[in-house]
């Protein structure tokens, strides 16, 4: 495919990376500079106006944008014809992005969104050991997300609320909303509370939420801006075991999967662990799964609905705001 990076930073140079051996055709951002040095890595075509990047002749769009600019970008370009793999949580608010959807369904175009972590290698098998039912009926997942920060975190674009749509809850809350509702289904908001206890900001700077499922599954999840040290963990309990996940990578600790099998005697239970000391490939997996869709004209494993899904409990949170 020839694919067009729409917003060039950190995150589009990976998406950029991640999408070998397709072609980078076309690449823009606000900042010039930060084109210049994509283009220079993959021999694109820089254009100045995301508008003329998603009319371009590609074949796909990555949205890789400040979040006010994520649902535009992605719903013109699929009114353009293209496919689109948009930065999670694809927009501010779930009105902004249910226009993308209706556009998807009506131009048939495939529209992916980057919920990376459900291809990291840890939840992959994670999710081969739930299919093959090994747990059991899945009863909770308990789970912590969180870092802390850095000096003059407090002016960044995540901070202002017409930029980023909200605070820790869109961000890092948004991952582990979409695992627990990958691994547990469709999930309904049964408490929240999304406070400011540290940054002086006008979002919230933690999130704690308890998600109910339909066959009353839990999920209890804290998203936090004031881990001192960061911390991924994520438990997943069924009735004949339990698997629990540590770590991501990088400042997040080496990448691990613990089983825990249940014995029929019940006491201490059968344990199996895996470890993935490895590059992330999380970013490779999840694009490839994205050209598999477009090629197959299947759902991408998270895709706009998801996103839908997603917003709407975000939506709830904030409403718990004062």
Partial sequence: MRIAIVGCGLIGAKRAAAAHPHEIAVVCDRDRGRAEALASKTGARIVDDWREAVKADVDAVVVATTH????AVSLD?????????????????????????????????????????RFHPAFQKAREIVD???LGPLMFIRARYGHGGRP?????WRCKPELSGGGEAIDQGSHLIDLSRWLLGDLSL???AAPTLFWKIPVDDNCFMAL????????????????????FSFELSGRDGKLAIDGIGGS?????????RMLPEMGPP?????????????????????????????????????????????????????
């Fill in 68 to 71: 006010d600019q994520l649902a």
């Fill in 77 to 117: 370009a699929v009114e353009a014809g293209k496919h689109v793999l948009v930065e999670k949580p694809a927009g501010r608010h779930v009105d902004e992005i249910r226009p993308i959807a209706a556009a998807a369904k009506k131009h048939r175009r495939v529209v992916k969104v980057g919920f990376n972590h």
């Fill in 132 to 134: 093959q039912g090994a």
């Fill in 152 to 156: 003059g975190m407090e002016n960044e």
């Fill in 190 to 192: 049964a408490y929240a």
């Fill in 212 to 231: 109910r499922g339909k066959a009353g599954q839990m999920a209890w999840l804290h998203a936090g801006w004031t881990e001192w040290k960061n911390i």
């Fill in 252 to 260: 997040y600790g080496v990448e691990r999967l613990t089983f825990y």
């Fill in 270 to 322: 059968e344990t199996t662990s895996w470890e993935y000391p490895f590059p992330d490939l999380s970013w490779k997996d999840e694009f490839a799964d994205f050209a598999a869709a477009i090629a197959a004209g299947r759902r991408p494993c998270g895709d706009i609905d998801d996103a839908i899904a997603n917003l709407e409990i975000v939506k709830q949170i904030y409403e718990t705001r004062p």
